[in-house]
């Protein structure tokens, strides 16, 4: 059963006792800081210097099934709020955009994510993604691009799904290569050029 790897941190036999210790130590703390206090001991970092506490909370709950450490119960609700989270309807002007892009001021991307413009984000993707809109895991960037002061099209990016077989081969990564560069590589979570606007070559 042990060593175990799980989010790239091999468990041993070993650590097995010394993460039940922290887990006891922070007991009624919850699960959230706990993760962030092994984090912090293991010098567990993501490449923007954030620590890896959700990756640390996926590891405990894997060895929670197992079997081989025992977690206190969750302090909030399993089901994730925000994820599943009513998304407010933000009303815009829906007048037909039809033109060529030569007639029409530049595209401006901005960035939305923990701004007052986020709330238009994520109900224009509710609205008009055939997908809808879900809180991403992780981290994520969101974007609206704007002719004027009109929004146009929404652009959604996720970090890199850890395995994905066709993309490794297409590269040309090995599971170490893969390991240490794939922070480089981002997801397009969504893309979004709202139906009422129609301006060849936008996307």
């Given at each position: 059963?042990?060593?175990?790897?799980?989010?790239?941190?091999t468990i041993t036999?070993?650590?097995?006792?010394?993460?039940?210790?922290?887990?006891?130590?922070h007991w009624s703390r919850g699960r959230k800081h706990i993760s962030r206090i092994l984090c912090q001991q293991w010098k567990w970092f993501q490449p923007n210097g954030r620590l890896k506490d959700m990756a640390c909370?996926?590891?405990l709950l894997t060895l929670s099934r197992m079997g081989l450490i025992t977690l206190p119960p969750r302090i909030n609700n399993a089901n994730n709020e925000k994820r599943n989270r009513c998304i407010?309807?933000?009303?815009?002007?829906?007048?037909?955009?039809q033109d060529k892009m030569d007639n029409?001021?530049?595209v401006e991307l901005k960035p939305v994510r923990n701004t007052k413009l986020e709330p238009l984000y994520n109900s224009l993707i509710q609205q008009h993604h055939y997908l809808g809109y879900r809180q991403i895991v992780g981290n994520h960037l969101k974007y609206i691009a704007f002719i004027g002061n009109r929004p146009v099209a929404c652009l959604g990016w996720g970090s890199a799904a850890w395995k994905v077989k066709?993309?490794?081969?297409?590269?040309?990564?090995d599971a170490k290569t893969r390991?240490?560069?794939?922070?480089l590589v981002a997801n397009n979570t969504r893309f979004l050029i709202l139906p009422w606007v129609s301006v060849?070559?936008?996307?």
């Open positions: 059963m042990l060593p175990i790897t799980i989010r790239k941190r036999a070993d650590d097995i006792v010394p993460i039940q210790a922290t887990v006891n130590e909370r996926e590891l407010p309807v933000v009303k815009i002007d829906q007048i037909p955009l029409l001021a530049p066709s993309r490794d081969t297409l590269i040309g990564w390991a240490n560069n794939l922070h060849k070559c936008l996307a």
